[in-house]
């Protein structure tokens, strides 16, 4: 026996297709045979599995488990649930590692699977050796057993353990996700009126896209925000690992600048504690993380890379432009949207001030989203490295942790390629919409000393 992945699913953090198309049960049976031989030869005994409110995940998840029981592991099914639920169960139960089938932010016909064995993620280069053990048939045997267990109420009561925040009139929006019970039942344990949209879960997400940090996402949580006269709203994508927020104008609280209001308490308690962002983050962060005493980290984009830089660096706190916000303080170094909006009542509370005060005082800066520019796949890394050498040629000062991050005295741009799709993404920030201006033609020129030419179908 031997299988043959598409390789498009074997992706740089998890593996993920379209279902029908490029992902199949069978997938998710061979991958539950792989993952198994591989966690076996680790020693590794029982692994938990839990998935998320899409139509096909439970097929999927079935199927999986019969591949993992198939390869000689025990599986514990926690059932429906966002996938931090499942990072939960990883690190309180007694299991070796842990699987959640979910298709995360992508639209409805996407799905897949986030991996931990042993306290690390599955990513990268492990990711592709599953895939390999696929095509070998260099499968273990055995028959594992499984059993059911519950901890959504664990969950819950972990989320709001040692909570010292204060009462506010929050709007929520679990966008139709995996995280909509879980968020009925914190509220009910949290001070203040709470008013949720779309806590009921539905897989083909019939109000909008489950993704707070496309700003056309947020608009029904604004006008609740608006209508009702609330302190601030919080959002969430389809298994609960992105936050995205809003204050009572409605303007969003970007993922880097939740990580600026979170920072403060974590620095209070572990003074000098470096604190990890991704290299699309505003340089208004890291400046921000040195002010409050703390060593700030620029690393790769990608929820994977980022906990392993945090372990290596015992960083208490990280968290990405995407909204992916990891604590190791008081917390297991997982990405946790629950918990971090959680971590952000207290935070505001621990302030003194109003959310929407604490996005008033930030430093202005005018900035691009994310633009993204189509580049045949053979290139994309190669075009990045051209960039490096004409930068270095021209004596500019770049930081090339992932991709080009490059300061002029506008402000900075970044151009990296993407890790799952045939793209280069770059962004830019500056003080003035003239200075804006200066960097994206920098951008512009860049790519097309390589030959890229910017369309409009790009971004």
Do not use: C
Not at 91 to 115: C, E, R, W
Not at 295 to 309: C, D, E, F, R, V
Not at 315 to 339: Q, R, T, V
Not at 432 to 447: F, N, P, S
Request: proline letters at 4%; zero cysteines.
């Amino acid at each position: 026996m031997s299988h043959e992945f598409n390789p498009t699913i074997l992706r740089e953090y998890d593996v993920r297709g379209v279902v029908g198309q490029t992902l199949f049960p069978a997938d998710a049976r061979a991958l539950g045979r792989s993952y198994a031989a591989l966690a076996v030869s680790e020693g590794a005994k029982t692994v938990a599995v839990g998935r998320d409110g899409r139509t096909h995940s439970p097929e999927l998840a079935a199927a999986l488990i019969e591949g993992l029981t198939a390869g000689g592991l025990d599986v514990v099914r926690i059932g429906m649930g966002p996938s931090p639920m499942l990072y939960f169960a990883a690190a309180t139960l007694p299991v070796d590692g842990g699987i959640q089938v979910t298709g995360s932010h992508n639209p409805a016909d996407y799905n897949g699977f986030k991996m931990l064995l042993k306290g690390r993620s599955v990513f990268g280069a492990e990711i592709q050796a599953l895939g390999k053990r696929a095509r070998d048939g260099d499968w273990s045997q055995g028959q594992g057993n499984v059993s059911d267990t519950d901890i959504e109420d664990a969950y819950v009561d972990r989320l709001i353990h040692g909570f010292d925040g204060g009462a506010y009139r929050i709007g929520w929006d679990a966008g139709n996700g995996a995280g909509g019970p879980v968020l009925e039942k914190l509220v009910k344990k949290l001070p203040g009126e709470h008013h949720l949209l779309y806590t009921d879960v539905d897989g083909n997400f019939p109000n909008h896209h489950p993704d707070p940090t496309v700003e056309a996402n947020l608009a029904d949580l604004k006008k609740l925000v608006a209508d009702k006269g609330l302190d601030f709203g919080i959002a969430f994508d389809g298994d609960a690992d992105r936050i995205g927020a809003v204050d009572s104008m409605g303007r969003v609280i970007w993922g880097d600048q939740i990580v600026m209001i979170l920072a403060g308490p974590v620095l209070t308690a572990l003074p000098g504690s470096t604190i990890i962002a991704d290299v699309k983050a505003s340089q208004t962060l890291f400046d921000r993380i040195a002010e409050l005493g703390g060593k700030p980290l620029m690393w790769n984009t990608g929820h994977s890379l980022i906990k392993a830089k945090m372990k290596e660096t015992g960083a208490p706190l990280a968290g990405e432009m995407s909204g992916h916000i990891f604590f190791k303080h008081e917390w297991y170094g997982f990405d946790d949207a629950l918990y971090a909006a959680v971590r952000l009542i207290r935070a505001v509370t621990d302030s003194g001030k109003s959310l929407t005060q604490l996005k008033s005082e930030m430093p202005i800066s005018v900035a691009t989203p994310e633009l993204r520019f189509q580049v045949d796949e053979t290139r994309k890394f190669a075009v990045i490295d051209e960039v490096g050498a004409r930068l270095a040629a021209d004596g500019a000062s770049v930081d090339k942790t992932d991709g080009v991050r490059v300061k002029t005295g506008d402000g900075w741009w970044l151009l990296r390629a993407s890790n799952t799709q045939d793209v280069l993404v770059a962004r830019a920030e500056a003080k003035d919409e003239a200075g804006l201006k200066r960097l994206t033609d920098a951008i512009d020129a860049q790519l097309a000393a390589s030959g890229i030419e910017r369309t409009d179908a790009a971004h």
